[in-house]
């Protein structure tokens, strides 16, 4: 899911560890690699000894930010990390997370996924520095300015989160505990988890609590506020769930294959998408095909459901990481080229279902068709595994110019034609939904249907 995908950008990832037995850093860094699809742009761990906080974060990937030596500057048993792709607030050092503030005498950081809707209207009431460069630093300052006042941080996390709107899931630590929060609608996921040696994690994926040996124990439940000490978990409510609006692109493109939410399995969801797209819009044809990597299960399932022999119509270069930002057309090409290459042998002269699983700007899919042509397939047919995505979200994920969105401007004939398919179908949203659980509601599809559970101030 890395950077030239067609797919939105992704949601962020945050981890938080608390386990005294254990180098913390350490397990952070595992749980963020493990989270690295969810935002590629920076990284960074803050991590306590009981004394004091470490912070360290830069630009780039997580492999490339850490090392041992950097590792062994975090010490302690008690961390929290955060993985970022720029929804609100630039690309830049500045806004890279965990955030962390002082308050009086005391020190906190905090990680956030999603996007807030009301930060221009909580910084404006609250008289807060204009130049806070993104939601995340809002909810820091508010909560500092709360302690500052006199409250204790519980007390100031407990006053702040009501106030918020929007999407996030959260990770707060002290010098001795571990804090985790999720929105009232639960539009981006959280998961506790519980290590062999007694300690808890928390993280955004179930993959990330894998990685680390740790056991899957529950999702963070919406508007729930956890607290992790030496006594364990403490759990409160901090504010009533409000409608159930589980953002459904998770399990669309953002999510780790591997993973569950909800107690649904990505990947099997993903290949039920396959299937009902399967029967809602057959063709005759001689391979199905995905382009890698999150649209692998939707193919594999379209195929088993059809019929149709599976295969691979293109490689993907595993060791590219965001595809360089080029001043011109034959260089975009080229920069598609070293993202995918075509199979010729498996492609020439074949009737292909290409199978995708969004399309939100179509610029590299566009170029994609172009190398499959290029290879000799003699038909193609495109399959999306969801229904259109023609709104902007505004929960987390980067489209919130609706312009570039190509359903929103084009119809799916004019789609067709713009990527040179000879089909085009997508996957009714219905269907779509019952594919990743027949229990109805739950979910948010404000990008593809315009119905936004929390109200955008501004948007007519």
Not at 155 to 177: C, H, K, N, Q
Not at 227 to 250: M, N, T
Not at 252 to 279: E, F, N, Q, S, T
Not at 336 to 344: D, S
Request: hydrophobic share 40%; net charge negative; charged share 20%.
């Amino acid at each position: 899911m890395a950077d030239g995908h067609d797919g939105p950008k992704e949601a962020c990832g945050v981890f938080g560890v608390r386990d005294p037995r254990q180098p913390a850093a350490h397990l952070t860094y595992l749980g963020l690699f493990a989270l690295q699809h969810r935002g590629q742009e920076s990284a960074g761990i803050a991590a306590g000894d009981g004394t004091k906080i470490m912070v360290d974060k830069d630009m780039g990937l997580v492999s490339t930010i850490f090392d041992e030596h950097r590792l062994r500057a975090l010490p302690g048993g008690l961390a929290i990390g955060h993985t970022r792709y720029a929804t609100t607030g630039a690309s830049a050092w500045h806004n890279a997370q965990p955030v962390a503030r002082h308050a009086g005498d005391l020190f906190f950081a905090l990680g956030h996924n999603g996007n807030l809707v009301n930060t221009t209207e909580l910084a404006g009431a609250s008289d807060l520095d204009a130049d806070l460069g993104s939601d995340s630093d809002v909810i820091a300052a508010l909560v500092a300015r709360a302690v500052t006042g006199g409250a204790d941080l519980i007390g100031a996390i407990t006053d702040v989160l009501p106030r918020l709107r929007g999407a996030y899931s959260l990770v707060f630590m002290d010098e001795d505990r571990l804090i985790g929060a999720r929105d009232p609608n639960g539009f981006r996921p959280l998961f506790l988890g519980r290590t062999d040696t007694g300690g808890w994690v928390l993280a955004s994926e179930t993959p990330a609590l894998d990685v680390v040996g740790a056991e899957v124990i529950r999702e963070i439940d919406p508007g729930e506020l956890v607290v992790i000490d030496d006594e364990g978990v403490h759990s409160s409510q901090f504010a009533p769930p409000q409608r159930k609006a589980l953002c459904s692109f998770e399990f669309v493109y953002i999510a780790r294959p591997d993973g569950k939410l909800g107690g649904i399995g990505v990947h099997a969801a993903r290949r039920r998408m396959g299937a009902a797209l399967a029967r809602q819009a057959p063709v005759d044809a001689d391979m199905v095909m995905p382009i890698p990597d999150s649209s692998v299960p939707g193919a594999q399932g379209y195929a088993a459901e059809s019929g149709i022999e599976y295969g691979d119509g293109l490689i993907k270069n595993r060791y590219i990481g965001r595809t360089f930002i080029a001043p011109t057309q034959q260089l975009r090409d080229n920069a598609v080229r070293i993202k995918f290459n075509a199979i010729e042998d498996n492609v020439a002269g074949k009737r292909l279902v290409v199978v995708e699983d969004s399309i939100v700007r179509a610029t590299t899919l566009r170029s994609t068709m172009k190398l499959l042509r290029n290879a000799g397939a003699a038909e193609i047919h495109l399959r999306v595994l969801s229904a259109p995505y023609r709104w902007s979200c505004f929960y987390g994920l980067d489209t919130s110019d609706r312009s570039k969105l190509v359903a929103a401007t084009m119809t799916i004939e004019q789609i067709r034609d713009h990527l040179g398919a000879d089909s085009l179908a997508y996957l009714d949203l219905d269907n779509m939904l019952t594919a990743i659980t027949p229990e109805p509601g739950g979910f948010c599809t404000a990008c593809m249907t315009g119905d936004y559970p929390v109200p955008i101030p501004g948007l007519e």
